[in-house]
Every structure is written in structure tokens, then in C-alpha cells.
């Protein structure tokens, strides 16, 4: 199934390029997390994002009420029983977000070389001259000379709907700016994001709390997207609260990277948080431009060899208003999963854009073509080297799962975990097959009410490359005799049938435990 592996260093035979792509069940091991909002809520839109690859859902709270977005959740849990499709929920925070307060939503035209005041007196309407801010402290942070930055929604780079601003002059709390480019900014909310520059508000603000304690904690929600984590402690804080709220003890925190601060810390963070969210919209207005890729590989490379997910943002923005990328997204697509990115997150494109089931399509075909050169022989001599001897038990068993899964040229990897840990470490490898995670709930008390652990773990793995869950019956404990094992596997084998990545005389690689130890075997299928 994996002989025609192309490397890119390989030379490639040019018609084989043209050659049409064979369908599969899993159309890309890259995961896509799609932003629900306006144009993306309906049950029937939903179902259809699912069917072209979606496998997160990210609700992001900078707009819309709990309500409005209470009921988007409702819509995709009917679109998950209808489509059969696992669907994992991401909850964004705003943290520290400056934002542009436009209440009566007119236009603002800015003209360059003209002055503009910043106040955060919020009683003054928005104007070509005034704009009012959400911060009070603004003045007492930046200093003549410094850049600042307004943008509708998020930063697309286009010169004609977002303003960048120098900073003449502090005048008390208002601060006094040139405006360095001709645009109109439109909507009503516009976010302001200071380039280089510390803004002294908390990461997770009382909003935030009261957003994850009245709608994350009931919804029990499998990610929080940390919004601007500038510390190891921002992560440390979020964790702490979560864990006051129940069911949320379990739920992964993904830090966001989003300015310098952030970056500056980045080794401490990556080791507390659970995933990595590269959000290059506003790191590309924090860095210079030309260090934006920079950034990209060497954070891409360190989660991977943490094997941490790692997601990436702001790929395809010219889809939210048309049919087809541009050249140069389709390309960034493509690198981001040849730097290694486990997820790509799409905002704007499936929040307010016009073709959000196109956008996930299209996104998974670059994934699933870049998977196909992607040089696994290299990454796994790297990742092995990284890691070190002597090796965990358990890293040993996943790199070998993976180096015989590749030697034998099984069609797929079946993994018997509860905790999940063990399934993800086996993606660390980045296997060139897909990876059944077979979830084994587990049964827990409070002292009050028995319940099953395992959902949570089976829809955690969707955020991760190459791995795709399956919730096992909860009379088959993993670690039970081989009898058992093995009716679960069958169980496994005919999902894996069903779906079409196992065939009659496929090899594949299990791993599981057998009492105190963890066995990889390699089985091969009759008719």
C-alpha cells in the first residue's frame, strides 16, 4: 500500500504528478480543526464539514454569547450521530485581546499620514479620528515610536482593511498616532495588537473563567485554546482552575503562541501544556515577516520530539472569500505538514467564509499529498536520536511498533490503550499508515456513581497526525486475558475493513498489553 512513497529528494517523474489521487477513508492523516460561526452552524453545513475531513471543532468566544454558541453545539452533536464521524470540541478564550470598539459599525476611513487618537474612553463614538479601546492602559505601556496594529477579526495582511500605526505622542490615557497606510477598517469590533510590546492584563481574564466554568464545564470540553500564553505560569493557572471543575480534570490545555513573549518562553511552556497552537496571524505582526518560518520549523521540530501536537493557523485566508487558494497558501499548506504539524486550524475561512466545506476539502487533499513525500526514514532516525538511550518501556515498544510496521509494510497500526498515551506515542514516529487507537474505557468511582472513562481519551487522539479513535466495548478490559484481547481486535480488524484501509492478505501491527507486558506482534490477514 506504501511502496509508491515518493521522497522529495527522490527525482520525481513528472507525469506521475498529474496522476489522479486514490480515494481513501482517511482522506489525510493531517487533522483539521474548523472554527464554527455564521456561515459554518447549520446541521447540515456541519455534517458536510465533517464528512470532508473536520475532526475538531473549535468554538471561539471573542464574538457571539453562550447562547449562540450552545446552540452551534447542539447542531454538531446531531451532525456527529448523523455522520457517524468523531468530532472533538476546542474552546478559544479571548485572553488579553485588544480590541477597537465600534459600536454604531460605520466604516472608518484612515488616510495616510494622518493622526489618530487611541482612548479608552469608550463613550466616544469611533471615528476617523478616534478610535476607543477596551485597555485602559495603553498609554502607559507603549512609547513614541512604537508600531501598532489594527485589523478587523484577524490579521490577513491586506493593507487596505487593516492600519498599521506609529506612536507620536502619550497625551494622559490617550495615545497620539501617524497613520502609516490609506485603509477602512469595517465591522464592529477590530482587534489592536502592540508589536513587541507587554500588555499587563491576566492570560485568563474573569470572562473567561466565567465562559469555561458556565459553558466548557457542562459541555465537558476536550481542548482549551490558551489565547496568548506569554508564560509557564498562564499554563499552570488554567490547569489549576480546570481541575476545580469536575469532569474538565481531563481536558487538554493547548497554549497559543501568538507574540515574542511567548516565544521567548516557549521551551518551558511546551513542557507543561499539552499541545502548541502556532498562531501566525499575530505572530507575523510581532516578528518580522522573514522570521516567521523560522519560528515555524524550530517550534514545529521541538513538539514533535516532546511529541506534543502541534497545530498551525492562518493558512488559507483567501479562501474565506474565494473558491481556490492562492498558489502560495497551497504551498504553506503543503510545508506545514512537511515541518511536521499535526493539525492545520482554519478561523476565518470556515467562521465567516463563503466556501468552508471547500476550504477543510481542499486543505485535506495538500495534506494528504504532502503526506506522500513526507521523508519518514530521516524523521525517525532523528526522533530516535532525540529521544536517546536508554530508551522509556514504553517509547521502545512504540518506535519498534512503527519500525516493523514500515519494515513489514502493514496497511495499519492497532493500538489497545486507555489512557491514550501509548497511541500517541506510536504517532510521535509518524508512522506512514494510519494508527487505530482502540480506547478501553476504563470504570472509575467518586464513591457516589460508578461512570467509564475512555470517551475523552478517544476524542483527544482526533487533534493528533496519523491517529483515529475507536471506543472499545467496556466488558473488554485492555489488559484481561488473551481471549478477550483478541475479540476486541476482531472488533478492530472488521472497523479497519469496513473503512477500507485493511484488505484480504494485508499485514498489520498490534500493539498491546498482555498481563505486566506491552507485546507488539504483526498478523497476517487470510481472505
Not at 446531531?78 to 460605520?106: F, R
Request: hydrophobic content about 40%.
Amino acid at each position: 500500500m506504501h511502496s509508491t512513497n515518493l521522497l522529495l529528494e527522490e527525482p520525481i517523474r513528472m507525469a506521475s504528478i498529474l496522476e489522479p489521487s486514490k480515494p481513501s477513508f482517511f482522506p489525510a492523516m493531517t487533522k483539521i480543526v474548523g472554527t464554527l460561526g455564521p456561515k459554518s452552524r447549520s446541521v447540515d453545513t456541519i455534517s458536510s464539514c465533517l464528512k470532508a475531513g473536520m475532526s475538531v471543532a473549535r468554538f471561539d468566544f471573542s464574538w457571539g454569547d453562550a447562547e449562540y454558541h450552545q446552540e452551534t453545539l447542539e447542531n454538531l452533536k446531531v451532525a456527529i450521530k448523523s455522520t457517524k464521524k468523531l468530532c472533538a470540541v476546542m474552546l478559544d478564550t479571548v485572553g488579553p485581546e485588544l480590541q477597537v470598539v465600534n459600536k454604531s459599525e460605520a466604516s472608518i476611513s484612515l488616510e495616510e499620514n494622518g493622526t489618530v487618537i487611541l482612548t479608552p474612553d469608550q463613550g466616544q463614538e469611533a471615528s476617523s479620528q478616534v478610535l476607543p479601546i477596551n485597555f485602559a492602559g495603553l498609554a502607559k505601556a507603549v512609547k513614541p515610536g512604537d508600531t501598532i496594529f489594527v485589523g478587523q477579526y484577524l490579521f490577513t495582511g491586506s493593507e487596505t482593511t487593516s492600519v498599521w500605526l506609529e506612536v507620536s505622542q502619550i497625551k494622559g490615557d490617550d495615545v497620539v498616532c501617524v497613520i502609516k497606510n490609506t485603509a477602512t477598517l469595517a465591522g464592529s469590533l477590530f482587534t489592536l495588537h502592540c508589536s513587541q510590546i507587554h500588555i499587563d492584563l491576566p492570560t485568563l481574564s474573569d470572562e473567561d473563567k466565567e465562559v469555561i466554568r458556565k459553558w466548557g464545564a457542562p459541555n465537558k470540553i476536550d481542548f482549551l485554546s490558551l489565547s496568548y500564553t506569554r508564560h509557564v505560569e498562564d499554563v499552570r493557572q488554567a490547569r489549576e482552575f480546570l481541575s476545580k471543575l469536575g469532569d474538565l480534570s481531563q481536558t487538554q490545555i493547548f497554549a497559543k503562541i501568538e507574540n515574542v513573549e511567548g516565544l521567548n518562553n516557549f521551551d518551558e511552556i511546551l513542557q507543561e501544556a499539552d499541545g502548541i497552537i502556532l498562531s501566525r496571524g499575530n505572530l507575523g505582526i510581532d516578528l518580522p515577516p522573514e522570521k516567521v518560518f523560522l519560528f515555524q520549523k524550530s517550534a514545529l521540530h521541538k513538539c514533535n520530539m516532546a511529541g506534543k501536537p502541534a497545530v498551525v493557523t492562518r493558512v488559507v485566508d483567501s479562501m474565506t472569500d474565494n473558491l481556490r487558494p492562492t498558489r502560495a497558501e497551497a504551498t504553506d499548506v503543503a510545508n506545514a505538514v512537511l515541518d511536521g504539524s499535526d493539525a492545520i486550524l482554519l478561523g476565518a475561512e470556515t467562521l465567516r467564509g463563503l466556501y468552508p466545506v471547500e476550504t477543510i476539502s481542499i486543505v485535506g487533499k495538500i495534506c494528504a499529498e504532502a503526506e506522500k513525500v513526507f521523508n519518514q526514514d530521516l524523521y525517525f532516525k532523528r526522533t530516535v536520536k532525540h529521544v536517546g538511550e536508554p530508551m522509556t518501556h514504553l517509547e521502545s515498544i512504540a518506535s519498534s511498533a512503527v519500525r516493523a510496521a514500515i519494515k513489514v509494510k502493514a496497511s495499519v497500526i492497532i493500538c489497545f490503550t486507555s489512557s491514550g498515551r501509548a497511541a500517541r506515542l506510536i504517532a510521535k514516529y509518524r508512522p506512514t499508515m494510519p494508527v487505530l487507537s482502540v480506547v478501553i474505557p476504563r470504570l472509575k468511582t467518586n464513591q457516589l456513581r460508578w461512570s467509564f472513562t475512555g470517551a475523552f481519551e478517544a476524542r483527544q487522539s482526533l487533534v493528533v497526525r496519523g491517529l483515529f479513535p475507536m471506543l472499545a466495548d467496556p466488558r473488554h478490559p485492555a489488559e484481561s486475558t488473551s481471549a478477550t484481547n483478541e475479540s476486541v481486535l476482531k472488533v478492530a480488524l472488521d472497523h479497519g475493513k469496513v473503512s477500507g484501509v485493511i484488505k484480504s492478505h494485508d499485514r498489520v501491527v498490534v500493539c498491546q498489553k498482555v498481563g505486566d507486558s506491552s507485546v507488539v506482534k504483526i498478523i497476517e490477514l487470510d481472505d
